[in-house]
């Protein structure tokens, strides 16, 4: 067997594929798929090419790090999954081409909202912006305009990070202050 799809395959729980031959994989939407058997996966199945792990919450950095058994790796899907950093699949399987979870071939609209502000007085515009994995939430003067948007994010780090602030307004606007974040996932127990 060269193929296998087990996509939404609920029954499973703690099996795994032992089959040498295997270069494609489907394990899509198999929410019981733990680390211990992606990890036991990977070892017994040395072959695979394709990997596609789409909607499978319960992998997690433990079970990534066994994605190095794999050198024939070149095609990789963690979309919709709880992963926050992907660096350590990026540092092990550098041979990847594919990585479904960074594509840029999405739809991608354009969200706005307006807010009534007296410009004269306040003189300034505060919006805050949470983002969390796929999902951007922008509050505009403190939650008068809530904007939530579905995002697919490029890989971006160091000088390739970027943020663009657009005005559609008739006047030009100066960003004097720009504070950015970054939170640790929270432990949940």
């Known amino acids: 067997m060269v193929s296998l799809e087990l996509k939404g395959c609920g029954v499973l729980s703690?099996?795994?594929i032992n089959c040498p031959l295997l270069t494609s994989l489907d394990a899509s939407f198999y929410s019981q798929?733990?680390?211990?058997?992606l990890s036991a996966t990977t070892v017994s199945c040395p072959l695979i090419e394709?990997?596609?792990?789409?909607?499978?919450p319960s992998i997690g950095s433990d079970g990534l790090q066994s994605l190095f058994c794999l050198p024939n790796l070149i095609v990789l899907d963690l979309s919709?999954?709880?992963?926050v950093n992907l660096q350590p699949v990026f540092d092990s399987c550098l041979q990847l081409k594919m990585k479904a979870s960074l594509k840029g071939d999405f739809y991608k609209p354009t969200f706005g909202g307006f807010v009534d502000l007296d410009l004269t007085k306040?003189?300034?515009?505060?919006?805050r912006s949470l983002i969390n994995h796929l999902v951007v939430e922008s509050f505009g003067e403190?939650?008068?305009t809530i904007i939530?948007?579905?995002?697919?994010?490029?890989?971006a780090v160091l000088k390739q990070a970027h943020l663009?602030?657009?005005n559609n307004g008739t006047e030009p606007i100066t960003m004097e202050k720009l504070k950015g974040w970054d939170m640790k996932s929270a432990q949940i127990k």
């Open 14 to 16: 703690e099996a795994f």
């Open 50 to 56: 394709s990997l596609i792990l789409m909607s499978c």
């Open 33 to 37: 798929l733990t680390n211990d058997c």
């Open 148 to 155: 939530l948007s579905r995002v697919y994010p490029q890989l």
């Open 122 to 127: 306040d003189k300034k515009i505060s919006l």
């Open 142 to 144: 403190g939650g008068k």
């Open 80 to 83: 919709y999954t709880f992963l």
């Open 164 to 166: 663009f602030v657009f």
